[in-house]
C-alpha cells in the first residue's frame, strides 16, 4: 500500500490567498484527521472524519479553515484567506475500523508570506 | 477526558548510553497507548502499540515500553542510544467513545550526542 498521501509537499502563498491541502488515506480505512504542528504549539487535532462524516472540528482554529471529506478515499483542508500565522505543517492521518493505530502523511509545510 | 504528560520536551544521551523517555496518562478506563516517532521533516511513525496483551511491548529498531497501571505509566527505553535514533517521540492514548482518536503527549525532543 502506498500509505496515506499528501499534496502538495510545500506550499508558499501570500496572505490572503486561499489554500487547499489534500489527502487520500489508505484503502479501506475509515477514519481521518486533520493536524497541526507548530514549535509553539506542538501537535493539534483540527478535525476528524469517520465514514466521511465530520465528528468533531472543535480544534479548527477560526472560520477561515474548513475541511471536506467528499468520498472515503479523498480530504480537503481549506485555508481562505491566509494568514502568516497558518504557517505549519498539516498531516493528514487515517485508521481501520475498530483499530486506533493512526498512518500519517508526511506532511504539507505551508509557508503564508 | 483523556491526557498525557511527558516529562522532558529535551534528553540528551549519549551513544551507547540507555534512552529513557517518560510518559503518563490519565485514564479511566483501560486505554490503548501508543508510542510514534517523528524524524525531520517526515510524518509521525507507529513505534509500538500497548493493547493489554503483555505489559512489555517490543517496537521497533530495539525500543520497549512497560505499562504499569499502577503508575499510569508507559515509559519507552532503549539499552544502547545509536545516533539514528536522534528524532522526536510522541506518546498517545486512545480516547474513549470510538472513532479512532488518539490524545498526543507534547513530545520530547532526543538528541544522541557522540
Known amino acids: 500500500d502506498a500509505g496515506v498521501i499528501q499534496s502538495p509537499r510545500h506550499e508558499v502563498t501570500e496572505m490572503g490567498q486561499e489554500v487547499t491541502l489534500r489527502c487520500k488515506p489508505i484503502s479501506g480505512h475509515n477514519s481521518l484527521f486533520w493536524y497541526r504542528q507548530t514549535m509553539m504549539r506542538g501537535l493539534e487535532l483540527l478535525i476528524y472524519?469517520?465514514?466521511?462524516?465530520?465528528?468533531?472540528d472543535s480544534g479548527m482554529p477560526e472560520d477561515r479553515f474548513s475541511a471536506k471529506m467528499p468520498n472515503a478515499s479523498f480530504s480537503t483542508l481549506k485555508i481562505q484567506p491566509s494568514e502568516p500565522r497558518d504557517s505549519a505543517v498539516y498531516f493528514c492521518a487515517s485508521s481501520s475500523p475498530g483499530r486506533y493505530i493512526q498512518y500519517f502523511g508526511a506532511g504539507t509545510r505551508l509557508s503564508v508570506l | 477526558a483523556q491526557s498525557v504528560t511527558q516529562l522532558g520536551s529535551h534528553v540528551s544521551v549519549s551513544e551507547g548510553a540507555l534512552v529513557l523517555l517518560r510518559c503518563n496518562y490519565s485514564?479511566?478506563?483501560?486505554?490503548?497507548l501508543f508510542w510514534y516517532v517523528q524524524y525531520p521533516n517526515q510524518g509521525l511513525q507507529l513505534l509500538l502499540k500497548?493493547?493489554?496483551?503483555?505489559?512489555l511491548v517490543k517496537g521497533i529498531n530495539g525500543f520497549e515500553a512497560e505499562f504499569k497501571k499502577s503508575e499510569t505509566s508507559f515509559h519507552l527505553t532503549k539499552p544502547s542510544a545509536h545516533m539514528s535514533d536522534a528524532a522526536e517521540y510522541f506518546c498517545?492514548?486512545?480516547?474513549?467513545?470510538?472513532?479512532?482518536?488518539?490524545?498526543f503527549g507534547a513530545g520530547t525532543r532526543l538528541a544522541v550526542h557522540p
Open positions: 500497548y493493547t493489554s496483551a503483555a505489559t
Open positions: 485514564s479511566s478506563v483501560p486505554p490503548y
Open positions: 498517545a492514548v486512545s480516547e474513549t467513545g470510538g472513532y479512532n482518536k488518539l490524545i
Open positions: 472524519f469517520n465514514n466521511n462524516v465530520p465528528i468533531d
